[in-house]
């Protein structure tokens, strides 16, 4: 695959962040974006939500940040740091997502400008629940998020768990795909990746990414391991990095979906439930 460039020795790399929740068993969340965001060659920054208490099991509780702590971890980053690129996974409480919201139009993130010109590339990956169904997401946060940060969002990337608490479409084929794409453009973000990974009856992962005039297909072997724990996390955060370097958005989503599959046949086993995929097959590949 095309690799992104690296920075020189002592050379400021390309800066991105992630809008996340930390997860104690290293799977998925902010520490599955921290190390794509290393393996990439760029900076990671990082805006705590919420602590997860969680293991390859499942998460059995959070506490959530408080906003103004959320919003003040931004604001700290991208007023001294600076920032190419942003993506949010778990959000926690709608208090959260208000405070990021009203932080991320102060510092030009997302959306677009007064004068038609473009904020800083924003990817929205609306995270509802961990993949054994526990909640990352307080129920009443959903619309506060899809009100707040889809109109802000360059890209929404939603699996399809997500696409039906969002649009109520359950995605069984390629209209259907088409269908949920259509109505998540409609709530505002530019572009809407409706991720197949979930599809399993596909001998194929078709993602469709949408910009309200044309459809773009993102196709890979489906790679059917237990072990995908930070899989739509790995997506987004090389994503963004694609992005920060100022790849377009569909550039920037074959890169993510390459990394996320190459992390995905790496995946390893920890724990007796879902092991992390593995960004590190970035060490072993050249150049
Ligand atoms: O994969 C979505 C996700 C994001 N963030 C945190 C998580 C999970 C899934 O478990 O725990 C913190």
Known sequence: MQHLPLPGTGETPVRVMTIAGSDS??????????????????HGTCAITAVTVQNS???????????????????????DIGVGA???????????????????????????????????????????ASQHGDPLLTPEALDTLLRRLFPLAWIVTPNLDEVRLITGI?????????DAARALHALGPRWALVKGGHL????????????????????????????????????????VCALAHGLDVPAAIAYGKEWVTRSLAA???????H?????????????
């Open 86 to 128: 942003v993506k949010t996974g778990m959000l926690a409480t709608a208090e959260i997502i208000d405070a990021i919201a009203d932080t991320a139009i102060d510092l030009g993130i997302g959306g677009r400008l007064p004068g038609g010109t473009d904020g800083v590339p924003f990817l929205v990956d609306p995270v509802c």
């Open 57 to 79: 099991l499942g998460v059995t509780g959070f506490h959530p940040v408080p906003p103004a702590t959320v919003a003040g971890q931004i604001r700290a980053v991208v007023e």
């Open 170 to 178: 359950e995605v069984v084929d390629e209209a259907s795909q088409r």
């Open 275 to 287: 092991g992390p995929v593995n960004a590190s097959w970035r060490l072993r590949a050249h150049p």
């Open 200 to 239: 399993r009856a596909a001998v194929t992962s078709t993602d469709l990414l949408y910009d309200g005039a044309e459809f773009l297909e993102f196709a890979s072997p489906r790679l059917d391991t237990r072990h995908d724990h930070g899989a739509g996390d790995t997506l987004g955060a090389a994503t």
């Open 25 to 42: 068993g290293g799977a998925a969340g902010l520490q599955s974006d921290l190390r794509t965001f290393a393996l990439a060659g760029v």
């Open 267 to 273: 995946a390893y086993p920890v724990g007796a439930g």
